[in-house]
């Protein structure tokens, strides 16, 4: 089931819980992305040189494709629980526990293909979290109800409806 409603906060807000599935369209976007990288590296450094950008763009794409398309790492993000106190990231390594704290920023992509979530935390370690989300790794009601969820919240309008339910 990939949203259910958890309980009634203390503002009278509906906290929801996202479960974030492996996306093929973000692999093929990062592997795509990679590639054109690796050639532009080719095509315009000498071999000698563009051996290190391409190693490390290689790297690189294969740690985003394992942590963001598969989750398949131990801090990927399999999970959010969100309501008007904040939102809580589920990781998937169990040894990584559950963080409480995190503030969606202002700076949050919303598309209609694509969602950028920019999370920060305020914590002893202030830290900073971008969850990529696109249409084939949530349910698309779920992912429907989340977009106007960060729009609401980035306008800074009200995430309670008339009726006093929440949009989630």
């Given amino acids: 089931m ?10 009278g807000t509906t906290a929801a819980t996202i479960h974030v599935t492996p996306s093929r369209l973000l692999c093929v976007w990062i592997v795509a992305l990679a590639a054109v990288s690796i050639v532009l590296c080719s095509r315009y450094l000498p071999s000698t040189i563009a051996v290190f950008p391409v190693t490390a ?3 690189i794409g294969a740690y985003l494709v394992a942590r963001d398309a598969l989750l398949i790492m131990p801090n990927s993000v399999i999970g959010m629980r969100m309501d008007a106190g904040g939102c809580e990231i589920v990781w998937r390594s169990a040894k990584l526990r559950s963080d409480r704290g995190w503030a969606v ?9 694509l969602t950028v979530i920019v999370l920060s935390s305020a914590g002893a370690e202030a830290a900073s979290r971008c969850i990529l989300i696109l249409p084939d790794s949530v349910e698309s009601s779920t992912f429907r109800r989340l ?4 729009r609401w919240k980035a306008g800074g309008g009200s995430k309670v409806r008339s009726d006093g339910s929440s949009v989630f």
């Fill in 2 to 11: 990939p949203m259910k409603q958890v309980h009634k906060g203390a503002t």
């Fill in 57 to 59: 763009i290689v790297l």
């Fill in 105 to 113: 920023h202002h700076t949050s992509f919303v598309g209609s293909w």
């Fill in 147 to 150: 977009r106007v969820w960060l």
